[in-house]
């Protein structure tokens, strides 16, 4: 089985988050992959780019830079349509996903290649993945009914990913970091990881 880590905090060691990923990918000895957003140079999408994935346009009339990102936009659409299992480890930014990670959806939910439509139906293409782990560090404590409603960054993430057909979820968050004494961190960090082994 092949797995996919998509790393998107750009604090390398410093990252929280780094230490749930590192975990889960200690407990599995399958063929692994990582993708860290941030060493991408990864663009927001164009007009031109639009066009192109849309037919309208050819690679040849993008500018340099442009088909740079088409080809990257290859890239990450195989590297999706060849793993078994995907792993998404980020910080939630301002209530939300960093802008990097939405980008990053931007190009993997390509028409004809992750998703298609018959009929005003969707016909999903990324049936490969047969489930994705998605790690999220959080500043806040969101399981308060109060704050709930203003974390975005999970149930962005799913819906995107739902687009393309990769349903079977499991979340794990780690919250009120940095909000607690290293003492009680160590604590859910503890917690996490029996979370973790039993999921695995």
Excluded at 90 to 101: E, G, K
Excluded at 104 to 119: A, G, S
Excluded at 132 to 156: F, H, R
């Amino acid at each position: 089985m092949k797995k996919l880590h998509i790393v998107v905090s750009p604090r390398g060691e410093r990252s929280r988050s780094k230490k749930l990923w590192e975990y889960i990918l200690s407990k599995m000895d399958w063929e692994k992959e990582t993708l860290e957003l941030n060493n991408e140079n990864i663009w927001f999408l164009t007009s031109s780019l639009i066009a192109y994935n849309y037919w309208y346009a050819k690679f040849e009339d993008l500018t340099t830079e442009e088909k740079r990102i088409a080809k990257l936009q290859d890239k990450f659409v195989k590297q999706i349509l060849s793993a078994d299992e995907i792993i998404i480890s980020s910080p939630i930014w301002n209530f939300s996903v960093p802008a990097i990670l939405k980008a990053y959806f931007d190009l993997i939910l390509k028409i004809n290649e992750t998703v298609t439509m018959k009929d005003w139906a969707l016909i999903w293409l990324a049936t490969n993945v047969k489930k994705a782990y998605i790690v999220l560090t959080k500043w806040g404590y969101y399981e308060w009914q109060a704050w709930k409603s203003i974390d975005m960054i999970e149930p962005l993430i799913r819906q995107d990913l739902a687009f393309i057909w990769i349903t079977n979820l499991e979340v794990i968050n780690w919250e009120w970091i940095d909000r607690v004494s290293d003492e009680e961190n160590l604590k859910k960090f503890d917690e996490l990881k029996m979370q973790i082994d039993s999921k695995l």
